[in-house]
């Protein structure tokens, strides 16, 4: 399917950030996969199953082909979902990646990048092409395997099967890659 029939991601409304130096955009992480995890900390299923996925994601693949960002998107419970908490909260369950908190609606209780996914609530799980397009959106659980073949899919598009065009090869981590242009096929 061509990029044209991806809508481009909308940008990330952020009013703080936290376990990163600087702000992030979709921008600067063109050529990388994004995975998007909308939550809130007193979700339920946010807590057991959404960011637990995003950690796994985020321990499975390599931080330069794939970036794992949590999205603090609160729509209810506002005065007990403080940035205070947050940070706290961040810290207490050992969220390593970079979190953002969605900038609050005016006037209506979704907050700004939430609404501008429309997003049906939390967990959302969203992934985002190398090219900066939305590409699959998931509301509630999904399974780490159907997760993990969608974002191994993202990922196997830049490489369009010519020799040389995979991602480096060698050997890391216990394991040794074959570059697929110098095989000792004759």
């Known amino acids: 399917m061509n990029d044209n029939a991806h809508p481009m991601a909308p940008a990330l409304q952020v009013e703080r950030w936290f376990n990163t130096p600087a702000p992030i955009t979709l921008d600067a992480l063109r050529g990388k996969v994004v995975v998007l995890e909308a939550f809130q900390m007193l ?9 637990p996925q995003a950690m796994r994601i985020r321990s499975t693949f390599a931080d330069e082909q ?4 949590g999205l603090h998107a609160v729509f209810e ?6 940035a205070v908490a947050l940070q706290a909260f961040l ?10 908190i969605d900038r609050p609606g005016v006037d209506q209780p979704i907050p700004h990048t939430m609404r501008a996914y429309a997003m049906r609530g939390t967990p959302t799980l969203a992934l985002i092409d190398r090219n900066g397009r939305l590409r699959q959106q998931h509301f509630g659980q999904v399974g780490d395997l159907a997760v993990g073949a969608q974002i191994a899919g993202l990922l196997a598009e830049a490489y369009s099967g010519i020799p040389g065009t995979g991602p480096a090869t060698g050997c890391a981590e216990g394991a040794c890659a074959v570059d697929a242009g110098e095989s000792a096929v004759g």
């Open 91 to 100: 810290h207490e369950y050992r969220i390593p990646f970079p979190v953002g």
């Open 43 to 51: 979700c339920p299923g946010c807590v057991s199953h959404g960011l």
């Open 66 to 69: 794939v970036a794992v960002i």
């Open 77 to 82: 419970h506002h005065q007990a979902m403080t």
